[in-house]
């Protein structure tokens, strides 16, 4: 009996906790997207890195060195692909190129990177205007990025992007410094 009790109020204590923390939302996008139009199109065209988060600062230390990132979402050769163009500026000034493919998921916005069959990224919505944010996995690997049309979004977009994953488990965060001018973007 007396465990049964207990067990209860376990249960009642759990529920309680949970409601007063619960962490903000933050909605996966559909495929009908912005405005009614449909995935991918209204994420088409340029997007500026401006932070990440992640459970360790392990999983962020690819960004260590970058002082900002420009990418290029244009619709792929292909049906359900999309071509992603990338100029990272590193803190050393260097400029540095990349490209990869990603495979859309019928009646979906996740998104398999070519090459890696193991990495998955999800897409959310930000209430960050112009914004969006991302969610990365792979072998050994959990992160979220933020992403926004404008290389300087307000800080608020930042913060409510630090606390809700912060909610989300996530120590580690990154913020990109954009003390640089952007490097231009080349169809690599």
């Known amino acids: ?7 209860a109020l376990l ?10 923390y619960q962490c903000p939302e933050h909605t996966q996008l559909t495929t009908l997207g912005v405005d009614g139009k449909e995935f991918p199109e209204p994420h ?11 459970p360790t600062k392990e999983e962020l230390a690819t960004f260590d060195p970058v002082d900002n990132i420009v990418f290029n979402m244009a619709a792929g050769s292909a049906p359900m692909q999309l071509q992603l163009h990338a ?7 260097h400029c540095v190129p990349r490209k990869w493919i990603y495979h859309m998921t019928e009646g979906s916005t996740n ?5 890696r069959p193991d990495m998955k990224t999800e897409l959310y919505t930000s209430s960050c205007p112009g914004g969006i ?3 990365e996995m792979g072998q050994g690997y959990q992160r979220f ?4 049309r404008s290389p300087h979004p307000p800080e608020k977009c930042v913060e409510e992007f630090q606390s809700l994953t912060s909610c989300l488990d996530s120590k580690a965060f990154l ?3 954009r003390n640089q001018e952007a490097c231009e973007l080349s169809s690599i």
């Open 1 to 7: 009996m007396f465990d049964r009790i207990w067990a």
């Open 11 to 20: 249960y009642l204590y759990g529920i309680l906790l949970n409601s007063i």
């Open 111 to 115: 998104l398999r990177t070519e090459g």
């Open 145 to 148: 990025l933020l992403y926004n």
């Open 175 to 177: 913020l990109t410094p």
């Open 44 to 54: 088409l065209g340029q997007w500026y890195f401006i932070a990440g988060a992640a």
């Open 133 to 135: 944010m991302l969610k």
């Open 87 to 93: 100029t990272i500026r590193m803190k050393n000034g």
